[in-house]
């Protein structure tokens, strides 16, 4: 699946919210506390558990997921969060962030960025929103649900600074496990967002470990994310999941952990010229991470008998 990208229009809303609520915050420093986020914006926040059905006994008449209303008649919200697999909740009247507890911590930060990003953005209507693991993905190509997980990684990553701060950085893997750091945030949503804020020519995959295919690999579709900047998807949208595979393949270690090597790669770009890259691949234990940067444009040696046939 491959990222979406917003609106300019609706992506410069979003980015004046973020900017006013980092403003409103006295411009903390990172890594971001999202409770005096909470305290700002007036939000509650609460836990549920999909073996706790006390916790949620009222009537839902109305809940939309994805953009769409899928309650057709009232029902006990507990029952909805179970037949829909919601994972996070916005409650607009109450002004309260649900979370299911059994999530992961890691992940629960980028859910609550997300809810709380549904409470920010006035054209989210003041709806009861549900959302699943497929909504909260930065993948996810469902307009409301991109702009909440955009306005996220916003939040998170400080907006501007960001971009800022990744002009500066490296643009490597010990460069994003370092902002990483610093923000508190995930590997993975810092690779994400390092590749969508490039003024270059980037790319990024996640996925499973190239060396060792689960039985769910489908080798037409072998990543789970392919990420790519404004400029690269631009400039290459010729470049296949397929290629890019291949391209992890000639350099990717059987390591299970850890550094999995990296290599300079050529693709072609839509013109058909040839263009070198930095590929560099890392595994976390779940998932392998990669990161292709442009680097120049391949320079073609002729060699001397050639040239005195060509001249
Ligand atoms: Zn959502």
Same mark, same amino acid.
């Given at each position: 699946?491959?990222?979406?990208?917003?609106?300019?229009?609706?992506?410069?809303?979003?980015?004046?919210?973020?900017?006013?609520i980092?403003?409103?915050?006295?411009?903390? @420093? *990172?890594?971001?506390?999202?409770? #005096?986020?909470?305290?700002?914006?007036?939000?509650?926040?609460?836990? $549920?558990?999909?073996?706790? *059905?006390?916790?949620?006994? @009222?009537?839902?008449?109305?809940?939309?997921?994805?953009?769409?209303?899928?309650?057709?008649? #009232?029902?006990?919200?507990?029952?909805?969060?179970?037949?829909?697999?919601?994972?996070?909740?916005?409650?607009?009247?109450?002004?309260?962030?649900?979370?299911?507890?059994?999530? #992961?911590?890691?992940?629960?930060?980028? $859910?609550e960025a997300h809810e709380i990003s549904h409470s920010v953005i006035p054209w989210h209507d003041a709806v009861m929103l549900g959302d699943t693991v497929q909504t909260l993905s930065p993948a996810c190509h469902e307009q409301i649900e991109s702009e909440a997980n955009y306005a996220a990684g916003q939040l998170l990553f400080f907006g501007a600074r960001f971009s800022e701060e990744l002009l500066a950085s490296n643009r490597n893997i010990s460069g994003i496990k370092a902002v990483a750091k610093s923000y508190g945030n995930t590997i993975t949503s810092t690779l994400w967002r390092m590749v969508e804020s490039s003024d270059l020519p980037v790319v990024g995959t996640i996925g499973g470990h190239p060396r060792f295919p689960t039985s769910d690999f489908i080798p037409s579709d072998p990543f789970r994310y392919m990420i790519r900047s404004r400029l690269f998807e631009a400039q290459f949208g010729n470049v296949t999941e397929i290629r890019l595979l291949s391209a992890i393949e000639t350099y990717c270690s059987y390591r299970k952990?850890? *550094?999995?090597?990296?290599? @300079?790669?050529?693709?072609?770009?839509?013109?058909?010229?040839?263009? /070198?890259?930095?590929?560099?691949?890392?595994?976390?234990?779940? @998932?392998?991470?990669?990161?292709?940067?442009?680097?120049?444009?391949?320079?073609? /040696? /002729?060699?001397?008998?050639?040239?005195?046939?060509?001249?």
């Open positions: 699946m491959r990222n979406a990208f917003l609106s300019p229009r609706a992506k410069s809303d979003i980015d004046k919210i973020v900017q006013k980092l403003r409103d915050l006295g411009n903390p @420093e *990172p890594p971001l506390q999202l409770e #005096p986020v909470r305290d700002l914006l007036m939000l509650d926040k609460g836990y $549920y558990s999909p073996d706790d *059905p006390g916790v949620m006994g @009222e009537l839902v008449h109305r809940l939309k997921v994805a953009g769409k209303q899928i309650v057709k008649r #009232p029902m006990l919200l507990f029952d909805a969060i179970k037949s829909f697999n919601l994972k996070a909740l916005f409650l607009p009247d109450k002004r309260r962030i649900m979370l299911d507890s059994t999530v #992961p911590t890691v992940k629960q930060r980028w $859910y952990r850890g *550094p999995l090597g990296s290599s @300079e790669v050529v693709l072609t770009d839509d013109n058909g010229a040839q263009q /070198v890259f930095e590929f560099e691949s890392f595994s976390n234990g779940y @998932e392998t991470l990669t990161l292709g940067v442009h680097k120049s444009a391949r320079r073609v /040696v /002729v060699p001397a008998n050639v040239s005195r046939v060509m001249f």
